[in-house]
Every structure is written in C-alpha cells, then in structure tokens.
C-alpha cells in the first residue's frame, strides 16, 4: 500500500509530525535517564553496529555525551543491548528485556537452531540447556566473559559429553581450512534470554548471565504474555501502525500478529483512511504535535527508518530505493521538516571528517544552511572537525 496516493496532505502531515515527537526528533530528551526515555520511546534502538547508533540517542537527546549512554548500558543498569526484533541487537530498557526477548521472534529461529545442532552432531534443546547451557551460566556466575573464553567452555563441555568439540569452518573461498568449536550456543542462549552482551574487552564481545545483568528479582513471565505486550509497546510508539507494519518492524509470524491484536482489541482504536486496510492505534485524543528542527541527522539503520514496511510516514515513495539499497543496506539520512531529504556518507582523514550529502530533491539556500548547520554541531559532539559537500 501506498499511503501518499490515499492520505491527504494534511494527514500525512499530521502522522509525520506525531511519529516525530514520539520519537524525540521535535523535542529533545533531556534531564536523567535520558537514553532510557528515548530507547523506551522508539521501542529500542537499532544497535546492530553500537558505535553508529551512539549518533541515534545524539540526534534525540540535548547535550548528548557518550557517557549518558554508557552510564545506563551496564550490569544493573537502566539499558541493555541484545537481539530481539528482526534478530537484531537493539538497545532496550532493562525493565523490558523479557518482553523483547522471550516476545520476539526467536521462536522462528529455533527450527533453525535444532536443525544446525543436528548437522553437527550436538543433541536437542533440552540437552543443551540442561548439559551445555546451564553449566556455562553456573561457570560464569557474577562476572562477564569474552566470546573466546565461551568457545573454549564449550570445546571442553561437548569433549566432556563425548561430543565432537571442534569441526572444520567454512571461510569463503580460501582453501585451508580453518578449525573452530563445533557449537558455541551464544546466539541461542540469547534468544532464549539467557545471555546478554557486557560490551567489548579490546575486539572481543564480553557476555554475562541475564540473571546477573538484570537487577534482583525478576521473574521470567509467560513468552506469549511477553509478544502481547511487546505488540502493545510497538503500537503505542508507532501507532497507527496496519498488520504489515507490525510483521515487518517485528518479525513475527503472521499468525502471532493476529494473536496479539485479538488479545489487544478492546483497548485498540481502528482506522483506516480511506484505504481499506486496517490501522491500529491506542489515541483517541491525541494531542497536536509541535513542528520538527529544521534539520535532524541519523544514522545507518535508525529505528525511525525500520519501524514501519510503508515508509511514506517519512519519505516519499520514489526514493524508497535510495535508502534501502541491496543486501539490506539503510543509508544515513537527514530530515527536514520532517521527512527524508538526503542521504550522506562520511570518510575521515588526518583533517577530521568529509561528508558528501546526496539530496533527494532540490534544496534551496536556507535548507543547505540548516544542514551545514546540524552537521557544525554533529562535529561538536564527535570532537572533530567535519567538511560538507552537497552532491548535484
């Protein structure tokens, strides 16, 4: 569906503006707590690469230092960074991990997980909870290990349990052999939310026990409990969002979509603009948006990007492909007046930092010196000093 072809103007605006302001890019966060407020906020924020989505929280947070980020994104703090939607990291409030992770789509990759296990000679999931998993977290219990030391645990272990403990990896097209552990469960235990990343010790992921991670008392709850109210939370930051838009942003499956709603539906408002397709939202008063900043700047991958399949919330439809380009990839991008205007990329040299900007339309005078603007700031925050070019 095409909404700019079946939305008026002004409600196209209107959604713009709201999703906007939900999201902190009309109003920035600000005072303590502030990236959990805005992780809270987009649902998570796509962490897939952690260094690109530091710009993310910058772009939603006043005076935004590295610290404000990292100060939460620690054991017992108010972030944590694991897979959940899409099977990719994000950065979640802590108080949500289980209904991130145990309400994700994992169970979709648990075929996946069996049948790689039984390539590799490894036994069932109950096994390796209880023979490989298990012992792990008991080994590691109140501390963070890095991803080697998790390989070579598990060598030992499947050793121990009479299991082939290393095999030969596939690397491309080299052709010497290289050898690795036959199975390190790190991806799995994650998604059954019983690892999270720790961070990084040199080029290494660190990895501790949820239990230690998360602060004392937390139960794990019901995972279809948890899909509901991660269904809920997307809405709620999103909404009016149609079944597309809440498969796409999640990936669930499509019959955990209907699940949910179903669950949901007394509280849920329906709209449909005039398409003919369903729009689920929980406002029936929503207040009036204030007007986006001049110009916001965002990474790669944003979450704004990836929260709805129609993209016409914030760009049009022609230059869909100019941001979603192959192999999955999502440009950088820049806002004015709310929608997508241009992409940009960046080089750094010994001078600081070149960006080339490749605008979707044509820019007049004042929307290059908003840019130019933005990205003097963007310079302030990285400590460096940045070059803009505007391509065409």
Request: with cysteine; net charge positive.
């Amino acid at each position: 569906m095409k909404l700019p072809s079946r939305l008026d103007p002004p409600t196209l605006k209107a959604l713009n503006r709201r999703l906007l302001a939900s999201q902190f890019l009309s109003r920035k966060a600000s005072g303590p707590s502030a990236a959990v407020k805005v992780a809270e906020a987009c649902c998570g924020i796509n962490s897939q690469d952690l260094l690109e989505s530091f710009s993310s929280f910058w772009a939603r947070i006043n005076r935004f230092q590295d610290s404000d980020l990292t100060s939460e994104l620690r054991p017992k703090g108010g972030l944590v960074r694991t897979w959940t939607v899409r099977s990719t990291m994000h950065t979640i409030p802590a108080k949500d991990y289980y209904v991130h992770v145990l309400g994700g789509p994992g169970r979709r990759f648990q075929p996946w997980f069996d049948n790689a296990a039984k390539r590799r000679g490894i036994p069932d999931r109950d096994y390796r909870v209880q023979f490989l998993y298990q012992p792990l977290l008991d080994h590691i219990k109140g501390r963070t290990v890095t991803s080697n030391e998790v390989k070579q645990f598990m060598v030992e272990r499947l050793t121990q349990r009479g299991l082939q403990g290393r095999r030969k990896l596939q690397r491309g097209w080299s052709s010497k052999p290289t050898y690795g552990p036959a199975w390190t469960g790190v991806s799995e235990m994650s998604h059954l939310g019983l690892l999270v990343n720790a961070g990084r010790k040199g080029s290494e992921s660190l990895w501790m026990s949820s239990a230690d991670y998360l602060a004392a008392g937390r139960s794990v709850p019901d995972p279809e409990d948890c899909m509901v109210e991660l269904v809920r939370k997307y809405i709620e930051c999103y909404g009016p969002v149609s079944r597309g838009d809440i498969a796409y942003w999640s990936y669930l499956l499509k019959k955990d979509v209907d699940m949910a709603l179903e669950a949901l539906k007394k509280d849920l408002t329906k709209e449909n603009f005039h398409s003919g397709e369903e729009y689920f939202s929980f406002d029936k008063d929503p207040r009036e948006a204030p007007e986006p900043l001049s110009a916001v700047i965002l990474p790669e991958f944003d979450s704004l990007m990836m929260g709805y399949k129609d993209k016409s919330r914030f760009l049009s439809q022609d230059t869909v492909k100019k941001v979603f380009g192959r192999l999955a990839a999502v440009n950088r991008t820049i806002l004015l007046d709310g929608f997508v205007a241009a992409t940009w990329k960046r080089k750094k040299n010994a001078a600081g930092m070149m960006v080339d900007v490749s605008p979707l339309r044509t820019l007049k005078a004042g929307e290059r010196r908003s840019i130019e603007e933005e990205f003097a700031n963007y310079a302030d925050y990285q400590g460096t000093k940045i070059l803009v070019g505007f391509k065409g």
